[in-house]
């Protein structure tokens, strides 16, 4: 069965279709990793969007449902040169598994080209179709957009939620839609986690006595989040750190801001260095936005480290309070494990209680 995809300018690609027989909308993005495949489907930032993988072989080791980083495969749509459709561990091919939670994929399409075209015209809306486009692009991406999953559980966990009684730091975070490992690494630096959702308030979050507060990455633009006031009252109490869009999010609420890029950083080989050094980490990044670095003026933030490629502000720290936060995800770990120094950042910044760049 042909499977057709249609971007918001006019340009189409066609291909096989796998996965569900389902047609969709959304924001279409790709992915430079070379293994991860699961991990970036089911990673909640990716809501919404058409995941492209720019590796040409993709589900050659299946899938092993412990690498879950969510519920299930939030990304609306996978798009693939070749499908090696595998089975994991569990006896669970990417057709199967995709199938399992009603999402579409579409193989045999030029994903070099695709790639080529998003960089140089810029992230856009796109449908993808059982059959060719034969009516308006906006009225068709409107009403498939509107029968897309809204994932309502992004934002809105909580794990475990209740008081802390141990002796190890305790970690609250705010969840706008964050990963399995990130949960895991806390844990494996001796933190002990409660997730709480955004949607929480102060006395609730005061309440579960907290050590740090650390805000999680998630999906969308961080404008869209109405948090500010949350979190300007809870890094004057406590040491709070930010990974990706909760470093967006910590930008916006100490004054400066933020904008769309153009294609955004989704990989797992983007170096980073320490804004007063050359050497370099290897990280793996998710995102679409990026804090403004004109905005920074007359703001109590620091810029601490920087993208090696393009100069993003890839971390940023406070002059005088107990706040620090980094654009990549440190608990991606992408072949080197270069980035975990921020949980080893993060706890000694809850027993110090002291600012992050002092």
């Known amino acids: 069965m042909k499977k057709y995809l ?34 970036a489907l089911t990673d909640p930032s ?32 996978a798009m693939v040169h070749t499908l090696e459709n595998e089975p994991g561990p569990d006896g669970l091919t990417l057709d199967a598994f995709l199938k399992q939670y009603h999402v579409p994929g579409i193989h045999s ?16 809306q796109a449908v993808l179709l059982n059959a060719p486009l ?36 305790h970690v609250v975070m705010i969840d706008f839609g964050t990963k399995k490992a990130i949960i895991d690494s806390l844990t494996d630096f001796g933190c002990e986690v409660t997730v709480v959702p955004y949607t929480a308030d102060l ?21 869209d989040y109405d948090v500010l006031p949350l979190i300007q009252a809870l890094e004057h109490l406590y040491p709070t750190a ?41 990280t793996s990044q998710n995102h679409g ?12 933030l620091v810029v601490t480290a920087l993208e090696g490629d393009d100069g993003t502000i890839e971390g940023l720290a406070h002059k005088w309070l107990p706040m620090f936060s980094v654009q990549y995800h440190p608990e991606a770990n992408p072949g080197p494990h270069d980035a975990l120094g ?10 110090k209680k002291v600012a992050a760049h002092a």
Do not use: W
Not at 6 to 25: M, N, P, R, S, V
Not at 289 to 300: E, F, G, H, K, Q
């Open 6 to 39: 249609y971007l918001q300018d006019g340009t189409h690609f066609e291909g096989i279709a796998f996965g569900a027989d389902t047609e969709i909308a959304g924001e279409v993005v790709f992915n430079t990793s070379m293994v991860g495949y699961q991990e």
């Open 46 to 77: 990716y809501a919404n969007q058409l995941l492209t993988f720019t590796y040409p072989l993709i589900g050659t080791y299946g899938i092993d449902l412990a690498q879950n980083q969510s519920t299930g495969v939030l990304a609306q749509a």
């Open 109 to 124: 399409v030029d994903t070099r080209a695709l790639t080529k075209h998003i960089r140089q015209s810029h992230t856009m």
């Open 134 to 169: 034969t009516s308006d692009f906006d009225t068709t991406y409107q009403q498939l957009f509107a029968q897309c999953k809204k994932h309502p559980q992004l934002g809105h966990s909580t794990y475990p939620a209740k008081p802390h009684a141990g002796t190890t730091p």
């Open 203 to 223: 006395a609730m979050i005061k309440n579960l006595h907290p050590d740090g507060i650390l805000l999680s990455n998630g999906p969308g633009d961080p404008a």
């Open 242 to 282: 930010g990974i990706c869009l909760g470093h967006q999010i910590l930008a916006l609420a100490n004054g400066a801001k933020t904008q769309p890029m153009a294609y955004g950083h989704r990989g797992i080989n983007h170096p980073v260095h320490a804004a007063d050094s050359l050497h370099a980490i290897i």
């Open 289 to 300: 936005y990026m804090v403004d670095p004109a905005s920074l003026t007359n703001t109590d």
């Open 342 to 351: 921020f949980f080893t950042q993060f706890k000694q910044l809850m027993e």
